[in-house]
């Protein structure tokens, strides 16, 4: 089984960055797609950002897009989202998730990081 494990949320200012880092325990042997969620309280999960195996495809929610970016490291097993211009309605607890490249089926998940933005 895949552990994936997030790090790098915290507070900070609107206008301000944050850069999200996602590590995989464990490396699968075939194409596998990765993405980051969240869900803001009282709200249901949705997607912010997903990249391919290859790292050369994205996709970002409209609300995200121009000021966050995703990459990816297959060397080190690990995802990053960048997070500029952030805004408070960007507070969430923020999740990595993983699963086979081109099903849009994640089954692994991370345990999540919050991400808090004032105003």
């Known amino acids: 089984q895949v552990q994936l494990v997030e790090s790098g949320g915290g507070l900070v200012q609107a206008g301000g960055s944050l850069r999200l880092s996602c590590a995989a325990s464990?490396?699968?042997?075939?194409?596998?797609?990765m993405g980051w969620f969240r869900q803001a309280p009282g709200k249901g999960r949705e997607s912010v950002a997903v990249?391919?195996?290859?790292?050369?495809?994205?996709n970002y929610a409209g609300s995200v897009k121009g000021r966050f970016t995703i990459s990816r490291d297959n060397a080190k097993n690990t995802i990053y989202l960048q997070m500029n211009s952030l805004k408070p309605e960007d507070t969430a607890v923020y999740y990595c998730?993983?699963?086979?490249?081109?099903?849009?089926?994640?089954?692994?998940w991370g345990q999540g990081t919050q991400v808090t933005v004032s105003s």
């Open positions: 998730a993983a699963g086979p490249t081109g099903t849009n089926t994640y089954n692994y």
């Open positions: 464990v490396r699968t042997f075939s194409p596998y797609d």
């Open positions: 990249v391919n195996w290859s790292g050369a495809h994205t």
